[in-house]
């Protein structure tokens, strides 16, 4: 069992974290926060599409309310 946990450990040192690795080591600031800003992108584009979504939804609502007498 120890062997498959350094197996982990060995992937994510070694292979998944060169990349981060080498955008450490840079000068440039936008360069090495890329990945901040891609994430920031996708939760921006999340949220308006929610709201897109809420927005429709209670579009539906508003046409379908009956109230009832």
Not at 3 to 15: C, H, K, M
Not at 29 to 39: H, M, R
């Amino acid at each position: 069992m120890r062997d498959f946990f350094y197996g982990i450990q060995d992937l994510f040192e070694n292979v998944l974290f060169v990349p981060l690795e080498a955008l450490r080591f840079t000068n440039s600031w936008w360069l090495s926060n890329i990945i901040n800003v891609v994430f920031i992108a996708i939760g921006f584009a999340a949220f308006f599409y929610w709201m897109k979504q809420m927005k429709k939804f209670d579009q539906e609502e508003k046409d379908d309310y009956q109230p009832i007498i």
